[in-house]
């Protein structure tokens, strides 16, 4: 049987770049270097945009945009200050690249894609914070174009539609009370995925034929957490009746059963290619095979590709036992412990009603959600289960980090990893390349066998070189560890520990590490090294930093923790391409007017500083996560809300009296620490705060009423008082 979903694949490849940045830069949208290669990548990139035909080319009326006027055939802006002056303070949401539907030969028009790219590079480079996915992206093709001179008349050039914070305040609130989140985040602790999730885990199940009538009216007008809790009762029962009956054994009315709701439930879970499927076509000799599922988030339809072709192949497939595995039973990330994460479901696998009602337990207790999963512990806690097993199959998620990677030196059997999710030109997860490495297993895609890898691995999941030419390193970066480190030559893996060496070979240097070597000051030649990447200067004793620093203009990542700071340059705002800062533990009073330069930056540690002011913090709108704990911070700017990305942010043991109301804007924060403040009480509306999964208020005068309300606000959140 041959399945193709080829345009949900095309999507796939066309999304999974969201995720490629040197750390977890899940929201950037387009690919700066493909931008600059339209010849390539053209088609790739128009694919992101929804298009739209018009006459000629309005704004509804009542809505705001900015007009960036480029030309018919030309990307520069003519005005970008119509943009630059109110971008601080007012809220975009959509982008239009607007053309025209001409010229028109022979009934066809020809899209420009070095036009395309060029307005787009343009548009990043007079505001990077817009290459957001966040934002809808939209081409507009004007078709009143009867001649030259009509065309010309018409706009050409770029809108930013934007809403103001009023409008912006109102949105949410009515996005709010359309969806009931208000009510449902009091009642129902959905910690991965959120409540989109669960509602399409919930509404998908309604629709299939699993679900008896009687259930289906019981569940009926019910609240979204108590329709949670009948079905997974039901799950529960089933999935409790063990079956020892082969499936050689089964009526063929059985068997034609089990292919119907199998076939339902590949339906409903869309995927993007039949890996799986072909993968297990290939590999015949694979017996008494212990399959290994990754059951979050878009995994859902690989894995029922595992039990379609098991029940096809019925008579000759060599599966013999199935895991499902959903990275803790909907745990927060701060309850969950290496080892011990929890949420592993297995079944034999001809016991096709058990693992069915797996499926939708699994999901229900996990409740979706992409990110770091606890693999490790369930393939080491399956072979426990099943020490009968002589063949191990891991169904992984290519665009997931390995929560327990550090635990995979105790697996003793090879491990064959069926890649989802995976494109030659994204590359493989190096976590997944790490585990089948060390346990002498295999990477498995639609196409290729790629076995005996020319890897050298280091300790807790980290490639140190990669010699194989059959694949590529992702650039998901799963390890502390900058993956762009195995994107270059062979010389760059090097760690440079030794100045006078590191000079010898400036031109290749692209890392320098000289921690804790007692330096009085900035050491010689080091600003001439222009290639580098990482530079970590932490633990000496460095009064000050050099204004040549700005020469390394290349620089990713910059530790200069535990030295005797007080200051920093002006130039130090050139370093523009910085994504993770760590200046703490010195005695730096101010770093604001660096913020509105560090477009890129990801990570921020100014903590143990003396820092005195938090103004322009809300300039770092790629930030995710921000330590500026134990300095002299008396206040936050009400602008914190532009920092949409952020999705750790610690304050405590600072001088905070009250937050602003507008920090219930971070939707995307999970943690949040504002222990040993003077905070009397917090804003309204802290359920705007959907992702929020723990906030230390530790040593603040909270009130008992102001307590009981926060709890209510947030019951879901670990508080801490």
């Given at each position: 049987?041959?399945?193709?979903?080829k345009?949900?694949?095309?999507l796939?490849?066309?999304?999974?770049?969201?995720?490629?940045?040197?750390?977890?830069?899940?929201?950037?949208?387009?690919?700066?270097?493909?931008?600059?290669?339209?010849?390539?990548?053209?088609?790739?990139?128009k694919?992101?945009?929804?298009?739209?035909?018009?006459?000629?080319?309005?704004?509804?009326?009542?809505?705001?945009?900015?007009?960036?006027?480029?030309?018919?055939?030309?990307?520069?802006?003519?005005?970008?200050?119509?943009?630059?002056?109110?971008?601080?303070?007012?809220?975009?949401?959509?982008?239009?690249?607007?053309?025209?539907?001409?010229?028109?030969?022979?009934?066809?028009?020809?899209?420009i894609?070095?036009?395309?790219c060029?307005?787009?590079i343009?548009?990043?480079?007079?505001?990077?914070?817009?290459?957001?996915?966040?934002?809808?992206?939209?081409?507009?093709?004007?078709?009143?174009?009867?001649?030259?001179?009509?065309?010309?008349?018409?706009?050409?050039?770029?809108?930013?539609?934007?809403?103001?914070?009023?409008?912006?305040?109102?949105?949410?609130?009515?996005?709010?009370?359309?969806?009931?989140?208000?009510?449902?985040?009091q009642?129902?602790?959905?910690?991965?995925?959120?409540?989109?999730?669960?509602?399409?885990?919930?509404?998908?199940?309604?629709?299939?034929?699993?679900?008896?009538?009687?259930?289906?009216?019981?569940?009926?007008?019910?609240?979204?957490?108590?329709?949670?809790?009948?079905?997974?009762?039901?799950?529960?029962?089933?999935?409790?009746?063990?079956?020892?009956?082969?499936?050689?054994?089964?009526?063929?009315l059985?068997?034609?059963?089990?292919?119907?709701?199998?076939?339902?439930?590949?339906?409903?879970?869309?995927?993007?290619?039949?890996?799986?499927?072909?993968?297990m076509?290939?590999?015949?000799?694979?017996?008494?095979?212990?399959?290994?599922?990754?059951?979050?988030?878009?995994?859902?339809?690989?894995?029922?590709?595992?039990?379609?072709?098991?029940?096809?192949?019925?008579?000759?497939?060599?599966?013999?036992?199935?895991?499902?595995?959903?990275d803790?039973?909907?745990?927060?990330?701060?309850?969950?412990?290496?080892?011990?994460?929890?949420?592993?479901?297995?079944?034999?696998?001809?016991?096709?009603?058990?693992?069915?009602?797996?499926?939708?337990?699994?999901?229900?207790?996990?409740?979706?959600?992409?990110?770091?999963?606890?693999?490790?512990?369930?393939?080491?806690?399956?072979?426990?289960?099943?020490?009968?097993?002589?063949?191990?199959?891991?169904i992984?998620?290519?665009?997931?980090?390995?929560r327990?990677i550090?635990?995979?030196?105790?697996?003793?059997?090879?491990?064959?990893?069926?890649?989802?999710?995976?494109?030659?030109?994204?590359?493989?997860?190096?976590h997944?390349?790490?585990?089948?490495?060390?346990?002498?297993?295999?990477?498995?895609?639609?196409?290729?066998?790629?076995?005996?890898?020319?890897?050298?691995?280091?300790?807790n999941?980290?490639?140190?070189?990669?010699?194989?030419?059959?694949?590529?390193?992702?650039m998901?970066?799963?390890?502390?560890?900058?993956?762009?480190?195995?994107?270059?030559?062979?010389?760059?893996?090097?760690?440079?520990?030794?100045?006078?060496?590191?000079?010898?070979?400036?031109?290749?240097?692209?890392?320098?590490?000289?921690?804790?070597?007692?330096?009085?000051?900035?050491?010689?030649?080091?600003?001439?090294?222009?290639?580098?990447?990482?530079?970590?200067?932490?633990?000496?004793?460095?009064?000050?930093?050099?204004?040549?620093?700005?020469?390394?203009?290349?620089?990713k990542?910059?530790?200069?923790?535990?030295?005797?700071?007080?200051?920093?340059?002006?130039?130090?705002?050139?370093?523009?391409?910085?994504?993770?800062?760590?200046?703490?533990?010195?005695?730096?009073?101010?770093?604001?007017?660096?913020?509105?330069?560090?477009?890129?930056l990801?990570?921020?540690?100014?903590?143990?500083?003396?820092?005195?002011?938090?103004?322009?913090?809300?300039?770092?709108?790629s930030?995710?996560?921000?330590?500026?704990?134990?300095?002299?911070?008396?206040?936050?700017?009400?602008?914190?809300?532009?920092?949409?990305?952020?999705?750790?942010?610690?304050?405590?043991?600072?001088?905070?009296?009250?937050?602003?109301?507008?920090?219930?804007?971070?939707?995307?924060?999970?943690?949040?620490?504002?222990?040993?403040?003077?905070?009397?009480?917090?804003?309204?509306?802290?359920?705007?705060?959907r992702?929020?999964?723990?906030?230390?208020?530790?040593?603040?005068?909270?009130?008992?009423?102001?307590?009981?309300?926060?709890?209510?606000?947030?019951?879901?959140?670990?508080?801490?008082?």
């Amino acid at each position: 049987m041959k399945f193709t979903l080829k345009k949900i694949y095309q999507l796939l490849i066309i999304g999974i770049f969201i995720l490629i940045t040197g750390s977890v830069n899940a929201q950037t949208y387009f690919n700066l270097n493909h931008l600059k290669n339209p010849k390539k990548y053209g088609p790739e990139v128009k694919a992101k945009f929804k298009e739209k035909l018009v006459y000629e080319y309005k704004v509804t009326p009542g809505k705001h945009a900015v007009f960036l006027k480029n030309g018919l055939r030309s990307s520069q802006f003519i005005a970008p200050q119509l943009w630059l002056n109110i971008k601080d303070t007012v809220y975009p949401y959509r982008v239009d690249i607007v053309y025209s539907r001409y010229p028109v030969h022979d009934s066809v028009y020809k899209e420009i894609y070095p036009l395309l790219c060029n307005r787009l590079i343009h548009t990043f480079e007079m505001d990077p914070t817009l290459n957001d996915e966040d934002l809808l992206w939209h081409t507009i093709l004007q078709t009143h174009v009867d001649n030259d001179d009509q065309v010309n008349s018409l706009f050409h050039g770029v809108v930013i539609w934007y809403r103001t914070p009023e409008e912006e305040e109102k949105h949410n609130e009515q996005q709010d009370s359309a969806q009931g989140v208000k009510a449902l985040v009091q009642t129902e602790k959905i910690a991965q995925g959120g409540i989109k999730e669960m509602v399409i885990s919930i509404e998908g199940i309604k629709q299939s034929t699993m679900l008896d009538d009687s259930t289906r009216t019981a569940i009926e007008g019910k609240p979204l957490d108590l329709q949670k809790r009948i079905l997974k009762q039901k799950f529960e029962q089933g999935a409790a009746k063990e079956s020892t009956i082969k499936l050689s054994e089964r009526t063929p009315l059985e068997m034609q059963q089990y292919k119907r709701q199998i076939n339902e439930f590949l339906k409903n879970n869309q995927f993007s290619d039949s890996v799986v499927w072909k993968v297990m076509d290939r590999h015949p000799e694979w017996v008494d095979a212990l399959v290994v599922n990754d059951w979050t988030g878009s995994m859902y339809g690989y894995g029922a590709q595992v039990v379609h072709w098991h029940l096809l192949n019925y008579k000759s497939s060599g599966i013999r036992y199935l895991t499902l595995f959903n990275d803790g039973d909907n745990k927060t990330n701060a309850s969950k412990v290496i080892g011990e994460t929890g949420g592993i479901y297995s079944a034999e696998a001809g016991d096709i009603p058990k693992i069915m009602n797996l499926f939708n337990l699994v999901r229900l207790n996990g409740s979706g959600g992409d990110r770091q999963e606890n693999d490790i512990e369930a393939i080491l806690e399956s072979m426990k289960r099943f020490p009968e097993a002589k063949e191990i199959i891991l169904i992984a998620d290519n665009l997931a980090c390995i929560r327990d990677i550090e635990l995979a030196s105790k697996i003793t059997m090879p491990v064959r990893v069926i890649l989802c999710g995976y494109s030659k030109e994204f590359g493989v997860n190096q976590h997944l390349a790490y585990l089948a490495k060390i346990t002498h297993g295999g990477l498995y895609t639609l196409e290729q066998d790629i076995e005996n890898l020319k890897l050298e691995t280091s300790g807790n999941g980290e490639l140190k070189e990669v010699k194989d030419r059959r694949f590529v390193i992702s650039m998901l970066n799963c390890s502390p560890r900058p993956i762009y480190e195995l994107k270059y030559a062979k010389e760059s893996f090097k760690t440079y520990t030794n100045l006078d060496s590191a000079l010898l070979q400036k031109d290749k240097v692209r890392q320098l590490e000289l921690k804790e070597q007692q330096l009085l000051k900035w050491p010689k030649g080091v600003n001439k090294m222009e290639r580098l990447l990482t530079l970590n200067l932490s633990g000496n004793e460095l009064p000050k930093v050099p204004s040549s620093i700005k020469k390394l203009e290349n620089l990713k990542d910059l530790n200069l923790a535990n030295n005797k700071l007080k200051e920093m340059p002006k130039s130090f705002g050139k370093l523009k391409n910085l994504e993770h800062l760590n200046v703490s533990n010195n005695q730096i009073q101010s770093l604001s007017e660096f913020y509105i330069n560090w477009f890129y930056l990801k990570k921020l540690d100014a903590s143990n500083n003396q820092l005195n002011s938090a103004l322009e913090l809300n300039q770092l709108k790629s930030s995710q996560f921000i330590n500026l704990s134990n300095n002299d911070i008396p206040e936050l700017p009400a602008e914190i809300h532009q920092l949409k990305k952020l999705v750790s942010l610690d304050l405590s043991n600072n001088k905070l009296l009250y937050l602003p109301r507008t920090i219930t804007g971070l939707t995307k924060l999970e943690e949040l620490n504002l222990e040993n403040n003077n905070i009397g009480s917090l804003p309204p509306y802290l359920y705007r705060l959907r992702k929020l999964k723990t906030i230390n208020l530790a040593g603040n005068p909270l009130g008992e009423k102001e307590k009981d309300r926060i709890r209510k606000e947030l019951p879901n959140v670990e508080i801490t008082f």
